[in-house]
């Protein structure tokens, strides 16, 4: 998946041109945001090419980590790849992006077999059962639709392999990287752009590469919507990901996995936190830009801002 980046809060609270915010039901549900113990390890893998980036980068990765391990609590062990300049092998030029291995894929992208929507309920049936399941995850399984209709046609589901483990307790293949992320030398790709390392509000022109970082690790830990796959409004996604559950049209009980302005709801649209939970299309697989009500999620509340760089 590649995003398109527009300016929205980052999963931790920064505002930062062009990140995301990471959704806490979303993960939370999923991966046990808000639990007293932590389990939850990421193994950073960094790529040949990271050997070129500042030492700086390092830190602030391994800080990272750090804040989505205190923020989850399932047994697993997620492993990301970090590129500098490039994206498992291919370069990148700007921006930052993260994709899984191709091998992961149901058709159209990959050769692997779909989750049926059984398959899909049943593993949230057995977390939401199992030890240590959240509230979250009980209500959003209790409320999960008896059938997902696609417009696409299929009704076939990819599950990432973070979000695998999350929900099974189990490696869905043999995969040594759960997913890869990828962060150009400077994000504008021109010079204009720099990097600010240092957590604190950046300088004019700079982005904060930690929450650049906290943008793409949450995808890498399963934060993905195929909907935006088309980049045409309107058009629906290839295939389902768990995501759809929990995307509504605005204000209705109609559940929508296209390419489309949604809104988030965990509860069956009980709640539909319009103003907190839109999400807004992008031009690209996988990018949400959205919100949650704070209560749901595991936010840092920030106010760090950068100057707009050019848009991907």
């Not at 800080?63 to 500098?84: D, L």
Request: aromatic fraction near 10%; hydrophobic fraction near 40%; include cysteine.
């Amino acid at each position: 998946m590649r995003d398109v980046y527009g300016s929205v809060r980052s999963p931790f609270g920064r505002r930062v041109r062009g990140l995301g915010l990471l959704s806490g039901v979303a993960l939370g549900a999923l991966l046990g945001a808000g639990q007293a113990a932590q389990a939850l390890v990421i193994t950073p893998s960094f790529d040949a090419s990271w050997a070129a980036a500042p030492a700086a980068a390092t830190t602030v990765v391994n800080n990272v980590i750090a804040e989505y391990e205190a923020a989850f609590s399932n047994t697993v062990t997620v492993t990301v790849a970090f590129g500098w300049g490039e994206l498992n092998g291919s370069p990148i030029s700007s921006g930052a992006a993260t994709v899984f291995a191709g091998s992961d894929f149901p058709p159209p992208f990959g050769p692997t077999t779909p989750f049926t929507l059984a398959q899909v309920k049943g593993f949230y049936a057995a977390a939401a059962a199992g030890p240590g399941a959240t509230q979250v995850l009980v209500t959003a399984n209790a409320n999960l639709p008896a059938a997902y209709p696609n417009p696409g046609g299929s009704t076939g589901f990819f599950i990432p392999d973070a979000e695998y483990k999350a929900l099974t307790g189990a490696a869905l293949d043999a995969d040594p990287i759960d997913g890869f992320t990828g962060y150009a030398t400077n994000f504008c790709g021109g010079g204009t752009c720099p990097y600010d390392f240092t957590g604190n509000a950046p300088a004019a022109n700079a982005i904060d590469f930690t929450a650049v970082v906290e943008h793409e690790l949450s995808h890498a830990l399963s934060r993905v919507d195929f909907g935006f796959s088309s980049g045409v409004a309107g058009n629906p996604p290839p295939f389902l990901t768990p995501q759809d559950f929990f995307k509504y049209d605005c204000g209705t009980p109609n559940l929508d996995p296209k390419f489309n302005v949604t809104c988030f709801s965990f509860n069956g649209d009980a709640t539909n936190p319009q103003g907190h939970g839109q999400t807004r299309p992008t031009a690209a697989i996988g990018s949400t830009q959205q919100t949650t009500p704070s209560t749901l999620s595991s936010a840092k509340a920030s106010s760090r801002r950068s100057a707009p760089p050019t848009s991907r």
